[in-house]
């Protein structure tokens, strides 16, 4: 069967390529060439840090065949709300009907393209079937050269590539289709009809967090701490809302109970890498190379700095090296976590280094903790309560003693008390509040492998 992959068709000014890849589908949905969709179409994020990336770093790919088997329905187009279906198994398209994939995936995609605006660099990819899976875990933890995917595209029979502008579109097509999927997430985008693309969105914040509730299995749809609503984009692009989930089964009822103030042009069901942690890799501390994300393990060299604007820095060490770790405010549960943390706890941490020279010395940026271990914690005895009247005396310097502030008696300095205390509670995993995580970031602990 025939894949089909597409990146970089959106800009800083409007676009969106899922919004296109879902025209393709809408046209050959109609074609009468007996195209059919086989299995979900697929949105892959890639690597978070490269510095070229699109708004959310996502490319997009499809499988096509002549369908088998009974099909189901996956989107909706129009006010009509023609269904798009998708077959579970296929058979191999003819050399006329493949040629007219193609035809129609470059027209879709040339006339969904501002070309004129920088960074706007399409790319449609077909190939005869899937590509090697390194394609895809190299784009999303690293920085990937797109000639050296390009010539081992061209070296595979059947292959057929059309890339504008600067070619870096031709990575994320690939890695699209080579994204083996073996750990996978779900999400509907519903999308607006042309005519209010660029006009303020009205998606009620309560609607959305009703059927987050009522859909336990939907995540990063409604941030309580922040009180923000997270499924509504804030630029001029054709996508509406998008609701994730970690089954695909009731996303449909569930956007369809979102209140948008505005009917719905189409929707469609995407397969994803999102919330996998696909991106993040175990690492030793010396290992810091810039647009790549980790995961660190080591005990706490020193008491955490807190920064300017909330944030806090600070060390793990291992094997005798230290590795500068930064908790960003934003992220509001994690520098919250980080103060407390004592010289001497063991902890896991997985975050990203951005691409640039010497922005590795800055520190790993934190997209997770787990305290593994904690050593107790030495906590003082209160001062002393003055005999006279009872009221807890003040000290009047290291080894001088306490006096009352009230009537004035003294006494003598005392050895200090106090005592151990355990923090076994503090042992666990912290993320980032819903509205601060990326897409590609776990719902948990990442393994340790």
């Known amino acids: 069967m025939s894949w089909l992959g597409l990146d970089d068709t959106d800009s800083p000014k409007g676009g969106c390529t899922t919004w296109v890849l879902s025209e393709v589908l809408r046209e050959l949905s109609v074609s009468g060439h007996g195209i059919d969709l086989v299995g979900p179409p697929r949105l892959v994020r890639l690597n978070p840090n490269v510095p070229w990336k699109t708004r959310g770093n996502a490319a997009l790919s499809a499988r096509f065949g002549v369908g088998v088997g009974a099909p189901r329905e996956l989107g909706a187009f129009g006010r009509r709300s023609r269904p798009l279906l998708s077959y579970p198994r296929g058979k191999p398209l003819t050399t006329s009907q493949e040629d007219e994939l193609w035809r129609t ?33 190299r784009a999303v933890r690293e920085v990937v050269p797109w000639r050296a995917v390009e010539d081992r595209l061209l070296e595979v029979p059947g292959v057929r590539l059309a890339a504008f502008g600067s070619g870096q579109g031709i990575v994320g097509a690939a890695a699209s289709i080579a994204w083996p999927g073996r750990r996978a997430t779900w999400e509907a985008i519903a999308y607006r009809h042309a005519s209010r693309w660029g006009s303020p969105r009205n998606v009620d914040g309560e609607s959305v967090r009703g059927v987050a509730a009522r859909y336990p299995e939907t995540f990063l749809s409604y941030d309580d701490e922040t009180r923000r609503t997270m499924v509504a984009p804030h630029t001029p692009c054709p996508i509406l809302f998008g609701m994730r989930a970690s089954r695909p089964d009731r996303l449909p009822k569930a956007i369809a109970e979102v209140t948008a103030g505005e009917p719905l042009e189409r929707w469609l069901l995407f397969r994803t890498n999102q919330a996998t942690g696909d991106h993040l890799v175990r690492r030793t501390l010396g290992d810091r190379t810039p647009a790549s994300s980790g995961i660190y393990e080591g005990l706490v060299a020193d008491a955490p700095e807190l920064l300017s604007g909330g944030h806090v820095r600070f060390r793990i060490e291992a094997g005798g090296v230290q590795l500068p770790c930064v908790a960003f405010e934003p992220t509001k549960r994690l520098p919250k976590i980080s103060r407390t943390l004592l010289r001497g706890d063991r902890v896991r941490v997985w ?99």
């Open 105 to 137: 995936a470059v027209e879709v995609v040339l006339r969904s393209s501002d070309r004129s605006v920088e960074g706007t660099d399409p790319t449609v990819l077909l190939a005869p079937g899937p590509l090697p899976p390194d394609l895809y875990w």
């Open 351 to 449: 975050g990203s280094f951005p691409f640039g020279s010497g922005e590795a010395d800055r520190g790993v940026r934190l997209e997770g903790i787990q305290v593994l271990s904690t050593r107790p914690a030495w906590e003082k005895s209160r001062n002393p309560r003055c005999p006279s009247c009872r009221r807890r005396m003040g000290s009047v310097g290291a080894g001088k003693g306490f006096r009352c502030s009230l009537c004035g008696r003294r006494s003598a300095p005392e050895r200090a008390k106090g005592r151990w205390v355990a923090r076994g509670a503090m042992r666990g995993t912290y993320l980032p509040t819903p509205s601060a995580r990326r897409h590609l970031a776990p719902r948990r602990a990442p393994a340790r492998a």
